[in-house]
């Protein structure tokens, strides 16, 4: 039978302008631990996840200068462009959070605009939780509290409204991808100013380099590394 994410980029329509990983270099992620915090004898799902990790980075593609010069823009699209790939991007992420917090779940998932928003909906419904979102500014009605935060390619905003996480709940973070960790960083002030207990980031891709998990006072968790 032909691998479904092979397919999907096949049937995308855009060259991929490369492919992950480099070829000459093991995956991280997919038989260690040493970015992830799942332990290689974790329970039930390990072998499961790292075949999913192989075919999620399969589908991931990269493009060269966007959105400006010298940034290689990590494209997830091609991941919803399959709904069997999209099913295992949330089945990954649920046997990470089941592995790591035993029987403790997050009460709120908090997504961040706009490719948190693709995936953070499904996974709280899937797991029993709230789905909050961060949006950049201007866009929410109402009282919010507000976090300026500097990105891989500039200054944004970041917004939250006021009211929307209770006071003590566990919250989990998602968002595709931390580069500086500048956005995710301002998420977690947000929640925290709410008084939500931050119990994890989770990314579908992390730009390790950029050392954005530095700046994050949480753990944190990626599916994949890129760009060493
Ligand atoms: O770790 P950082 O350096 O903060 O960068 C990571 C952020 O950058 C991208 O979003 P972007 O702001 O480009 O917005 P978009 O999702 O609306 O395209 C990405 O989806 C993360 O949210
Ligand atoms: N290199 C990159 N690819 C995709 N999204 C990003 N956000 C910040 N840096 C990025």
Redesign the pocket.
């Known amino acids: 039978m032909s691998d479904p994410s092979i397919s999907a980029q096949r049937s995308y329509g855009v060259e991929s302008t490369s492919s992950h990983p480099p070829r000459d270099q093991p995956d991280p992620t997919v038989t260690g631990n040493a970015s992830t915090g799942l332990a290689a004898s974790s329970p039930a799902g390990t072998a499961e996840l790292s075949g999913l990790k192989i075919r999620l980075r399969k589908a991931l593609r990269q493009f060269p200068d966007f ?1 400006s010069p010298g940034i290689l823009f990590e494209d997830i699209l091609p991941i919803f462009a399959d709904p069997h790939l999209h099913a295992g991007l949330l089945r990954a992420i649920e046997i990470h959070i089941l592995n790591t917090f035993g029987g403790e779940k997050p009460d709120v998932i908090v997504g ?5 928003f693709l995936f953070g909906p499904s996974l709280a419904l899937r797991l029993d939780a709230a789905f909050v979102p961060v949006r ?1 500014r201007g866009k929410l009605p109402g009282p919010t509290e507000v976090a300026a ?5 500039g200054q ?1 905003f970041f917004e939250m409204q006021k009211g929307v996480i209770k006071p003590g709940s566990k919250v989990v973070i998602v ?11 301002a998420a977690g002030a947000l929640v925290e100013k709410q008084g939500g207990k931050l119990l994890e980031y989770i990314f579908i891709m992390e ?1 390790e380099f ?1 050392k ?1 998990r530095e700046k994050l006072n949480a753990p944190v968790y990626s599916l994949l590394t890129g760009q060493s």
């Open positions: 959105p961040l605009d706009a490719r948190g950049k935060y500097q990105k891989e390619y944004d968002d595709d991808l931390i580069a500086t960790g500048g956005s995710a960083a730009l950029l954005g």
